[in-house]
Each structure stands twice: as structure tokens, then as C-alpha cells.
């Protein structure tokens, strides 16, 4: 199957890139498919932790065929899914042919940016295998940053040997022209302006500026800038 999954914690920029490369007419968008990943149950700590040893015949099964459908009708199908990137084993399992985009982002502007989402009272976001210590342990942005840091630790070490492409969020918003015409060579597929015209949409200012499908809900009109938000955040 011809497939690209983007991972990377949450809030660092997955949703802009997954609808970057949906502006591709040759591609298929799938938005988190959580229910169909998770096929296999919890992870360790009822985590998003999964490994290889998760993906049985029959999950591998099930989420094979939903892909198979959903892109039935397109070159390419990308998912982009925060929760996969504490599963690059399960995931690698699952779809060996797979085209693994990695995004990484500074973990102080995570941190702010996650904070809405498991800063307070409720954990919304990808939980590591560590999440109820730094549930009960700590709390707002601190919190936020330690689940970051557990988050790449993990698939940083997972990714180590497996073949991928990792794109700094700072670069995207600088230049998302040049980041998306390399994206489209990795998953083999042409420079259209389409997605040139999507380009347009992504910018380090806050004013007026768009926001990523499903996104709104967690940004907070507290910073000016999206790159080093921490600077006026923290």
C-alpha cells in the first residue's frame, strides 16, 4: 500500500502538515484514526504506548483493510496521528511499506501549546507510558514539557533505524514552500500548485491567521508569534 504517516507529539505542528499534503489532489487525508489503531487495546499504563508485539494477525488485518479502503481511490494515503509517534514498532508492524514523516517542534513551544490540553484536571493529549507520575507529579506547562520530552525520547530511539524523514516545525513556518516540495519528493509525488496555495496559509503570526482543522480548540490568543511563543508564555 502507498501510505505516509505523520507522527510527532502533540501540538507540534502534525495537523498543518497533514493538511499541507492533503492539498495534494493525489491524496488521501485521514484525520487521527484513533478507534482503528487502537484495535489492539492500551498500552502499557493504559498508554499510547504500543509495540510490534501488539500487532497481531488480526489487528494487522483490520487496520490494513481500513486504509485499503479509504484510499482506494488515490495514490497516496496519509494519516496523521500524534499517538503514533510512541508506536513506530506497532506502526512499522502494521505497514512496513509505510513512508514515516516525523515532525519535531522546541519543546518550550509544545509546552505552551499543550498546556489547554493536560496542563490542568484532564489529559486529552498522547499519554507516554509515564503519564499518571506526571499526572499526579506535576502540573501546567512543567507537566507539559516532561510529557514532551518522554515523547520524543521514545521515538527518537524508536526511529533510529528505521527509514524516515524528520522536518523542524521552525523550518515549516519559515519556509513551508521549500519543506513541502521535499516532502513531495519523499512520497513520491508531483510539485502541483495546490499545494503551493496551501503554503500561504502557514505563518509564525497569530493575527488573523489560519488554523489546522479540529486545532482552534486548544489555541489560546496569548502569544504574537508561533515560533518561541515560550518567550512570552513562560
Known amino acids: 500500500m502507498n501510505i505516509a504517516l505523520i507522527i510527532g507529539c502533540a501540538r507540534s ?6 493538511e499541507l499534503l492533503a492539498a495534494h489532489p493525489d491524496v488521501r487525508y485521514v484525520f487521527e484514526a484513533h478507534s482503528v489503531w487502537e ?4 498500552g502499557i499504563n493504559q498508554s499510547s504506548r504500543l509495540t510490534a508485539q501488539d500487532a497481531k494477525p488480526g489487528v494487522i488485518s483490520q487496520i490494513r483493510e481500513f486504509f485499503s479502503s479509504e484510499g482506494a481511490s488515490s495514490k497516496l494515503v496519509v494519516e496523521k496521528n500524534p ?10 508492524a ?9 515532525i519535531v517542534r522546541d ?14 484536571e484532564e489529559w486529552r493529549h498522547l499519554k507516554p507510558p509515564d503519564w499518571q507520575e506526571l499526572f499526579s507529579r506535576y502540573s501546567g506547562a512543567l507537566r507539559c514539557a516532561l510529557a514532551w520530552r518522554s515523547v520524543l525520547e521514545i521515538a527518537l530511539a524508536d526511529l533510529r533505524d528505521v527509514p524516515h524523514i524528520q522536518v523542524r516545525y521552525e523550518d515549516l513556518v519559515a519556509d513551508p514552500v521549500s519543506v513541502s516540495r521535499l516532502l513531495l519528493e ?4 508531483p510539485i502541483v500548485p495546490e499545494v503551493a496555495d496551501f503554503c500561504k496559509h502557514i505563518q509564525d503570526s497569530t493575527a488573523d491567521s489560519y488554523h489546522a482543522a479540529n486545532q482552534s480548540r486548544w489555541y489560546r490568543a496569548d502569544h ?6 515560550w518567550q512570552e508564555n513562560l
Not at 505542528?13 to 497533514?18: C, F, K, P, V, Y
Not at 504574537?224 to 511563543?229: D, E, S, T
Open 186 to 189: 519523499y512520497v513520491g509525488l
Open 39 to 42: 484495535c489492539a487495546g492500551p
Open 107 to 120: 519543546g518550550r513551544d509544545v509546552a505552551c501549546s499543550m498546556r489547554p490540553g493536560c496542563g490542568g
Open 83 to 92: 499517538r503514533n509517534a510512541l508506536r513506530v514498532p506497532y506502526i512499522r
Open 94 to 102: 502494521v505497514f512496513p511499506e509505510a513512508k514515516i514523516i516525523h
Open 13 to 18: 505542528g502534525t495537523s498543518i502538515l497533514g
Open 224 to 229: 504574537a508569534r508561533r515560533i518561541g511563543r
